[in-house]
């Protein structure tokens, strides 16, 4: 099983709070800050509230560049595009469905460049995720609104990774020289007045003094009181001409960039007043905060009438949400089902959740599109406003089913009506124990299967019989029930032991799914293909990066525990035990069709960090319940206790090989489970080997074991149970010198400095911040440390040297 290639920057690393506050200095210091941190690779990102100046700052830095300079930035009515930010600064096309492949296309495009994207609050997971990834390798300089809509985690792990530059106030002199540009013919004592109004906000008092030299003594200006920036923006927005206003109001309603056509005279007023500025061949507004604060102050009339004649200018889904907000519902209605005919999968889903929001009939239809386009929440949300229908039952139990609810799944289809889609359901949802009887009654109704739904459902656990139903289903247009056929056929493929077959249909299937824009279906596969490489044992240093890219995305719960399940694991495995541990307390609640899972996941960590716990967890059918009994047969030799005994079951041939050489606990049964391990799980392998030896009749029989053991353990990067089987190698009085030939020598101060910082979890760029030298110096100090260490990974070079401190502690 090959493992993903080597991809800098991918792991999510843990880094200490920036040091510095920028925020304290003028907006000059501010700039210096943002100079010094983008001197080399870094990311820098400009924090403020509406209209602070984060735009300018960026603009500042981006001028005083030497580097070509690559501008995009988020836009509020796309907020959901992929990557849209990033193709408007490359001007290319992205492949959003792979972060690993965007950072290389971003890259190529701008490599030697400075990369600028603003307005962050609007942009989508992917971009978020792949800025730190970038930041690795070029200067990446951004704007983030506060407060702002963005998940938690997306955000804090956004900024963990950047150095954070609060705008500072305006000082009385960069106000001064705000208000010498906007209004060079102000008098000082109306421009210090207008700074108060302002509230420091430098939008609002550029918009101010621009209109300022236009009103007579200034007595509508009401210059004596002081108004916070909101305020003081819709002041100046009210100076405006009636189509100016009208026109920013619009821009503020649409969200995105819009033909001067559509704005009418108002173009040329906004234009003329520096509110608006040309975006090819439309405009957008310098601040969408000015647009937003332009639209909040019309009254109802006026908005509704906006919003009536923006559905008259705009198609699809867009004309329908601005009809809806006019009150036209019929029409709103009727367009959004318009849209939907001749829709894609994501705007088909759009479309009918609005016409569900309009009426409560659509319901059931709008959360089969939701479905069909990953986005399960969402199919829940509208089905909870849905009346109790017999078809709003089969949705309800199609979305609980995705998020591996399978109890609250089968509860659902009490209300379903007699059909096949309910017996495939029925089926799909069954527990273990039933599902065989009831799969003979249903073929026994259902002779001819002329079903797709339910042929698929019949399928079973056959790979074969699910790969062909998966191409009827896709032949037939069934979305759902064809991602159901490839989610069984992986899970069937896994829990036989083909872990090679499964990653390659998982990565398959994420293919497919990101073809049509189904983001919740593709992550669930990525996540089981990062699951497989890693029960494989194979590459897991490249396993913990591409998963931690991967769990940079806001994902569906079955996706979001299989990969933090993948990542724990292969952190365990890498000696990182405490983080894995502590990445597995936080799956307290785990779907249900996973908590066996998570809780094997928690024996077998304890049992690696030398801390079995007394019990060993429910094991169910399958390879993951095969690997609870090995763990727990483990558990019992290393504390002399009595293992709990395997249920009879039809276990994969490598499990069933295990089991039964612990039941003989003889060496040849375990020679000959290792040898089912081969090429399949290097970890069980490496198991075998080890239980080989702790059972060989003879010293020569025990030290060969081990030495295999050993081995095989070093090249998959099996930190721990490679430290295992050199204890072993040590009682009899074979020892290792870890040290490579060309080592000369122990860690120099610096290289064992560089390497706690790896423990720690920093990446290199953050090493190189603190210990303030290169990237490049630091990665000259890991490898030198991982050549004296004898180590093939940073992370076993960490944690190496940690475990040789504690020792001399």
């Not at 991602?483 to 896994?494: G, H, N, T």
Request: hydrophobic share 50%; with cysteine; charged share 20%.
């Amino acid at each position: 099983m090959a493992a993903p290639p080597p991809t800098p920057g991918l792991a999510r690393p843990r880094v200490d709070p920036v040091p510095a506050d920028p925020g304290l200095g003028d907006r000059d210091d501010a700039l210096r800050a943002m100079a010094a941190a983008l001197a080399g690779p870094g990311l820098v990102v400009v924090t403020g509230p509406p209209g602070c100046g984060r735009t300018r700052l960026l603009e500042r830095l981006a001028q005083a560049s030497k580097r070509p300079v690559h501008s995009g930035g988020g836009l509020a009515m796309l907020s959901g595009a992929p990557a849209l930010a990033l193709e408007r600064a490359t001007r290319a096309r992205m492949p959003t469905d792979d972060l690993p492949l965007l950072a290389e296309a971003v890259y190529s495009r701008t490599r030697g460049g400075l990369l600028v994207i603003d307005d962050l609050q609007w942009c989508d997971a992917a971009t978020l995720a792949v800025l730190p990834v970038l930041a690795e390798r070029l200067p990446v300089a951004a704007a983030l609104r506060t407060p702002n809509r963005l998940g938690e985690a997306a955000l804090e792990r956004l900024l963990a990774n950047a150095t954070v530059v609060p705008v500072p106030d305006l000082t009385d002199a960069e106000a001064a020289r705000l208000v010498a540009e906007a209004a060079p013919a102000l008098p000082p004592a109306r421009a210090a007045a207008l700074t108060v109004r302002s509230g420091g906000n430098p939008l609002a008092l550029t918009a101010l003094a621009r209109h300022a030299v236009h009103v007579d003594g200034g007595d509508d200006l009401d210059l004596e009181t002081p108004g916070d920036p909101a305020a003081a923006a819709a002041a100046a927005i009210a100076d405006l001409p009636r189509a100016g206003r009208t026109a920013l109001a619009a821009l503020g309603l649409l969200g995105r960039p819009a033909h001067p056509s559509l704005l009418g005279e108002g173009a040329a007023v906004l234009l003329d007043a520096g509110l608006a500025v040309p975006d090819g061949a439309h405009l957008r507004p310098a601040s969408p905060w000015m647009a937003e604060v332009a639209a909040g102050i019309l009254d109802s009339g006026a908005r509704t009438s906006m919003h009536e004649h923006l559905a008259d200018a705009t198609t699809g889904v867009e004309s329908a949400r601005h009809a809806h907000a006019a009150g036209l519902s019929a029409r709103a209605l009727a367009t959004a089902l318009d849209a939907a005919d001749s829709a894609g999968p994501q705007a088909r889903a759009e479309a009918l959740l609005l016409a569900a929001e309009l009426d409560p009939a659509h319901a059931a239809p709008a959360a089969r599109a939701a479905l069909a386009a990953g986005r399960t929440r969402a199919a829940l949300a509208v089905l909870d406003r849905a009346p109790d229908e017999p078809e709003t039952a089969l949705a309800r139990a199609w979305a609980l089913l995705a998020l591996g609810e399978t109890g609250r799944a089968r509860a659902a289809l009490v209300d379903a009506p007699d059909g096949p889609e309910t017996d495939q359901l029925r089926l799909l949802c069954a527990a273990p124990s039933e599902k065989d009887e009831l799969a003979a009654s249903l073929r026994e109704a259902y002779p001819d299967l002329a079903h797709a739904g339910l042929a698929a459902a019949l399928a079973g656990d056959d790979p074969d019989a699910l790969a062909f139903a998966e191409a009827l289903a896709r032949d037939a247009g069934d979305a759902t029930t064809a991602y159901w056929c490839a989610w069984s056929r992986v899970i069937a493929l896994a829990d036989a032991a083909r872990l090679v077959e499964a990653e390659a249909v998982a990565h398959e299937a994420a293919d497919r799914a990101g073809a049509v824009g189904a983001y919740s279906w593709q992550t669930r596969f990525l996540a089981a293909a990062a699951w497989c490489l890693v029960l494989s044992g194979t590459g897991l240093d490249n396993v913990i990066a591409a998963a931690q890219s991967l769990a940079d995305h806001a994902l569906p719960a079955v996706a979001d525990t299989l990969i933090d399940a993948a990542i724990a694991l292969a952190e365990a495995d890498t000696g990182a035990l405490g983080a894995a541990r502590a990445r597995l307390a936080r799956l307290q609640h785990a779907p249900a069709a996973l908590e066996g899972l998570v809780a094997w996941l928690e024996h077998e960590t304890a049992w690696l960090d030398g801390q079995p716990g007394p019990e060993a967890p429910e094991a169910k059918p399958g390879l993951v319940g095969g690997l609870a009994h090995i763990t727990g047969r483990w558990i019992a030799y290393d504390t002399g206790t009595e293992p709990i005994a395997a249920e009879p079951a039809p276990w994969p041939v490598p499990v069933a090989s295990t089991l039964t050489a612990w039941d003989k606990a003889a060496p040849g049964p375990f020679a000959q489970a290792a040898h089912t391990w081969d090429g399949l799980a290097a970890r069980e392998q490496v198991r075998c080997l080890l239980a080989l030896a702790a059972h060989a009749g003879d010293a020569a029989a025990a030290v060969a074991a081990l030495e295999a053991a050993e081995r095989i353990a070093d090249e998959h990067g099996l930190i721990v149970l490679a430290g295992r089987a050199r204890r072993g190698l040590r009682k009899h009085d074979v020892r290792r010198d870890r040290r490579s030939a060309r080592g000369g020598g122990g860690l120099t101060d610096r290289e064992s400095e560089v390497l706690r910082h790896v423990a720690s979890g920093h990446p290199s760029r953050r090493i190189a911040e603190i210990l303030g030298i290169t990237a490049e110096t630091v990665e000259t100090h890991i490898r030198s440390g991982m050549r004296k260490l004898g180590a093939k990974t940073r992370t076993e070079a960490a944690v190496l040297l940690t475990a040789a401190e504690a020792g001399e502690a």
